[in-house]
Antibody, heavy 121, light 110 residues
Framework: EVQLLESGGGMVQPGGSLRLSCAAS????????MSWVRQAPGKGLEWVSV????????YYADSVKGRFTISRDNSKNTLFLQMNSLRADDTAVYYC??????????????WGQGTLVTVSS | QSILTQPPSASGTPGQRVTISCSGS????????VSWFQQLPGTAPKLLIY???QRPSGVPDRFSGSKSGTSASLAISGLQSEDEADYYC???????????FGTGTKVTVL
């Protein structure tokens, strides 16, 4: 069974940092692009970042560019999101999702259960 | 920011057909495939449709997708109470070099 399990969320002060992890199992992790998508409380889905299967190509939403860094360790089947200079409007549930073999397919399936990040003083 | 526009709500009685639209532009829907997701209350989103009109295994054939030009649609036929959820479209945007999600549509079964 394909599974994604996020961890690393929590409460942080504005300007602080957090590192999210997403442990993958049940599929050949190194063959698929992976994305982070977030959802602020009571709001819609917002794509955050994507990384290709090999880890050499990354893209970011304008709202996080320069502050967040996506990476992956294919030897450990794990996806990461390093979040720096956090702001109140970064407060959201962060989901990791398995994309397709090609980065632009948008085959987000499955999604993890999500991890809550709260930025507040 | 969402640049795929969906109606905020849609509704129908059990057994009816409901259609949700997703309007984009030449840089997203017009040149890339569309996916649709269902989000039940309190749960993670689930893929319903990929590559415009393909259903993953396990998704009932009551759900169907289509695309024409810069717009896409999700149809739910034979509406059931368990279909009450939020629905989102998504596509890659060549101008933004990123994915964009739709604004979301809440489906209510009357």
């Amino acid at each position: 069974e394909v599974q994604l399990l996020e961890s690393g969320g929590g409460m942080v002060q504005p300007g602080g940092s957090l590192r999210l992890s997403c442990a993958a199992s049940g599929f050949t992790f190194s063959s698929y692009a992976m994305s982070w998508v977030r959802q602020a409380p009571g709001k819609g889905l917002e794509w955050v970042s994507v990384i290709n299967a090999g880890g050499g190509v990354t893209y970011y939403a304008d709202s996080v560019k320069g502050r967040f860094t996506i990476s992956r360790d294919n030897s450990k089947n794990t996806l990461f999101l390093q979040m720096n200079s956090l702001r109140a409007d970064d407060t959201a549930v962060y989901y990791c999702a398995k994309d397709g073999p090609v980065l632009t397919f948008g085959w987000f399936d499955p999604w993890g259960q999500g991890t809550l990040v709260t930025v507040s003083s | 920011q969402s640049i795929l526009t969906q109606p905020p709500s849609a509704s129908g009685t059990p057994g009816q057909r409901v259609t949700i639209s997703c309007s984009g532009s030449s840089s997203n829907i017009g040149s890339n495939t569309v996916s649709w997701f269902q989000q039940l209350p309190g749960t993670a989103p689930k893929l319903l449709i990929y590559s415009d009109d393909q259903r993953p295994s396990g998704v009932p054939d009551r759900f169907s997708g289509s695309k024409s030009g810069t717009s896409a649609s999700l149809a739910i036929s034979g509406l059931q109470s368990e279909d009450e959820a939020d629905y989102y479209c998504a596509a890659w945007d060549d101008s933004l070099n990123g994915y964009v999600f739709g604004t979301g549509t809440k489906v209510t079964v009357l």
